[in-house]
């Protein structure tokens, strides 16, 4: 069995033989996703120690001082 998933420009396949199992990996990326968009939307106001789910990538962080040349 296999179940392929058009989400906006992306496209997840997931390969079983369980449609249970392809819905529950579904539902879990779907709520994997919302939880990072949620975190990424506290990070542009400014909360920089949010806790992001497990297996994402942080963004890096803003630099806190500016390099200033003296002559």
């Known amino acids: 069995m296999r179940l392929v998933v058009f989400r906006e420009?992306?496209?997840?396949?997931?390969?079983?033989?369980?449609?249970?199992?392809?819905?529950?990996?579904?539902?879990?990326?779907?709520?994997?996703?919302?939880?990072?968009?949620?975190?990424?939307q506290e990070w542009l106001k400014g909360n920089f120690l949010i806790q992001w789910p497990s297996g994402a990538y942080q963004p890096p962080l803003p630099p806190t001082v500016n390099l200033v040349e003296f002559a």
């Open 9 to 40: 420009q992306f496209s997840f396949l997931f390969l079983t033989s369980c449609k249970e199992l392809a819905r529950e990996l579904l539902e879990d990326f779907e709520e994997f996703c919302f939880r990072c968009k949620e975190c990424y």
